[in-house]
C-alpha cells in the first residue's frame, strides 16, 4: 500500500529551525521524483523542493538558501531541513511523490508548520 506519513511539523519561532520527515511505503524512489509542498490559508499549493534517487535537486526561490531537501534510499526518508525560518514560511507542508513515468502525485496527509514568537 502506498503511503506518506509526515512528521516535524510545529511552532517555530522566527529565525529558528525545524526538520519535516517522510516516511514512504510502496513507493520506488527510483521511479519517483520526491518532494515537499505547501500550502498556506487562501493560497495555492506549491512546490518548494524536490529530489531524485540520485539526489539531484530543484527548489523554489524562497527555500533555495534556506531550506534543504535531502534522501535517504535505505531508510525510504525523505526530509525537508528549514533554517532562518519566517512567518510566511507558514503552511500545510506536504510530501509529495510524482512518478516519473505517469506522472501520478502521491501526497501525504500534511504536516503544520506555524512560525509565529
Known amino acids: 500500500q502506498v503511503r506518506l506519513v509526515e512528521s516535524g511539523g510545529g511552532l517555530v519561532q522566527p529565525g529558528g529551525s525545524l526538520r519535516l520527515s517522510c516516511a514512504a511505503f510502496?513507493?520506488?524512489?527510483?521511479?519517483?521524483?520526491m518532494g515537499w509542498y505547501r500550502q498556506a490559508p487562501g493560497n495555492q499549493r506549491e512546490l518548494v523542493a524536490a529530489?531524485?534517487?540520485?539526489?539531484?535537486?530543484t527548489y523554489a526561490d524562497f527555500a533555495k538558501v534556506r531550506f534543504t531537501i535531502s534522501i535517504d534510499n535505505f531508510k525510504h526518508m525523505v526530509y525537508l531541513q528549514m533554517n532562518s525560518v519566517k512567518p510566511e514560511d507558514t503552511a500545510v507542508y506536504y510530501c509529495?511523490?510524482?512518478?516519473?513515468?505517469?506522472?501520478?502525485?502521491?501526497w501525504g496527509q500534511g504536516a503544520q508548520v506555524t512560525i509565529s514568537s
Open positions: 509529495n511523490a510524482e512518478d516519473l513515468y505517469t506522472r501520478r502525485h502521491r
Open positions: 510502496g513507493i520506488v524512489f527510483e521511479t519517483n521524483i
Open positions: 529530489i531524485t534517487s540520485f539526489g539531484d535537486t
